[in-house]
């Protein structure tokens, strides 16, 4: 019999989802309803009770609603993902090619955004390390949970936005310049958990069989990740 699923995820995971829903619809009898909110926002709501039967989110936070109880077993990883750079379409390139490059780009920018998701928190040490945080404390713009970096530099709100690559890639209105150097860049791992709500346990675990199969590996590498 055919079961509806339904599924949380952190808006970095949107898109890929989205496609892979798409692709497992043509494969299995099963519907699948992802619902896509800030990831601190995600993990609050599954904290709190609410009944899903499948989370998305970046492995720690996974890691911390299993220690918690609100998770059962163990984590599904599914895919990494790693931060890009982007401006607004058209406005001028600056060099990130290297560490110092980006720390120089950082400098000379009138506004910087960072998410309030892993990737921001690593950003935000990384310029503490730099020694530079308290210079460019003042031009920090965060979006807020939920709201893409990308959608602000767009607007011109926000001159340099660092986000993951997946959630960039697919907005209009920006030039995304690249990955963070190699030396720095900041990976994040994206899995998936069976809450203790969980309905469906065996369609759950038909999907998380094809979201780690090899038929899933393309889609993932068009929406900026690795598979696992």
């Known amino acids: 019999m055919a079961a509806q699923i339904k599924v949380i995820s952190s808006m970095a995971t949107r898109q890929i989802l989205s496609d892979l ?37 970046a492995s720690n936070a996974i890691d911390k609603l299993i220690a918690s109880g609100r998770i059962r077993g163990s984590r599904s990883d599914l895919a990494k993902s790693g931060v890009a750079v982007a401006v607004r379409a058209g406005a001028p390139h600056p060099d990130i090619g290297n560490e110092d ?52 530099v767009a607007k011109g709100e926000v001159e340099l936005g660092f986000q993951q690559l997946s959630e960039l890639m697919h907005l209009e209105g920006i030039d995304v310049l690249g990955p963070l150097p190699a030396d720095i860049q900041i990976v994040t791992l994206f899995s998936a958990g069976v809450p203790q709500t969980c309905a469906e346990p065996e ?6 069989a094809f979201l780690q199969s090899p038929a899933a590996d393309d889609t993932k590498r068009r929406n900026g990740m690795e598979p696992v």
């Open 21 to 57: 829903m798409d692709a497992f619809h043509q494969l299995s009898p099963h519907r699948v309803v992802v619902e896509s909110v800030g990831g601190v926002d995600a993990a609050k709501r599954v904290d709190a009770g609410e009944a899903f039967d499948l989370v998305v989110l």
């Open 101 to 152: 490059a980006l720390r120089r780009a950082v400098l000379a920018a009138r506004t910087v955004s960072y998410s309030t998701g892993p990737s921001g928190v690593a950003l935000a040490k990384l310029f503490e390390r730099w020694g530079i945080a308290t210079e460019i404390a003042d031009r920090i713009v965060q979006a807020p949970p939920g709201v893409p970096v990308g959608s602000l």
């Open 203 to 208: 369609a759950v675990g038909e999907l998380l």
